[in-house]
């Protein structure tokens, strides 16, 4: 089935450092959401994107569509504490389901 | 606007108990869709739910079932719990069905099989 690979799995970084994470399709996707998951809550939707080249920003992140609908790419500038929690990519199989990457743990310490 | 309701947040069940989940969505959505996150199974598809009708179905078996009610709240029910089953179920509104919308989480409902 199609699945959604992210990468890295893990991450720890310093404050105040720019963080890069992707995810790979093994199909076309043609819309891709990044969320972010903090511990005992429910994931939270960050960006949405509906186009191939695509480049949306939320504050200090920015997700990009990539140009061959397989790969979106989610960065985070001058990280930050509260930026710690588990970051997800989305989008539709073709089976009209919602699925998932498998998660892109973020650390920052001070 | 308010978000997406869960409730209980947290429940202890025993073995070959039944449990029934409820979802309120943000208001003027009318999908809902159920997921149960594990750690070893990340987030996974249950069902989703548009106008009180079932309009999708992940591949898990005939103890998950849930349903929509005429003001697009949706419980789901589990019944003969097993140990596996421990989770946190996750419950998502859009304001249409299908995948390609977004879909706005709950704080999810832990359930704990002993």
């Known amino acids: 089935g199609q699945q959604l690979n992210q990468s890295p799995q893990s991450m720890f970084i310093q404050e105040g450092e720019d963080v890069s994470m992707n995810c790979t399709s093994s199909s076309i996707f043609n819309t891709w959401l990044w969320y972010k998951q903090e511990p005992g809550e429910g994931p939270v939707l960050l960006i949405a994107?509906?186009?191939?080249?695509e480049l949306t920003s939320n504050g200090r992140l920015t997700a990009q569509f990539g140009i061959t609908r397989k790969d979106s790419f989610l960065n985070i500038s001058a990280s930050i504490p509260s930026d710690v929690g588990i970051y997800f990519c989305a989008g539709p199989a073709d089976t009209d389901k919602l699925i998932f990457g498998t998660g892109t743990r973020l650390q920052v310490f001070p | 606007k308010a978000g997406v309701t869960q409730t209980p947040r947290y429940l202890i069940k025993t073995r070959g108990q039944q449990v029934t989940l409820s979802c309120s969505p943000i208001s003027g959505h009318r999908s809902v869709s159920w997921y149960q996150q594990t750690p070893g199974q990340g987030l996974q598809f249950l069902f989703e739910y548009f106008s009180e009708t079932q309009r999708n179905k992940g591949n898990f078996p005939g103890r998950f079932s849930g349903r929509q009610f005429s003001n697009s709240r949706s419980e789901m029910n589990v019944s003969t719990l097993e140990l596996g089953d421990s989770a946190l179920y996750l419950c998502?509104?859009?304001?249409?069905?299908?995948?390609?919308?977004?879909?706005?989480f709950g704080p999810g409902t832990r359930l704990t099989v002993t």
């Open positions: 998502a509104s859009s304001i249409q069905w299908g995948s390609s919308y977004e879909q706005y």
């Open positions: 994107l509906y186009k191939a080249g």
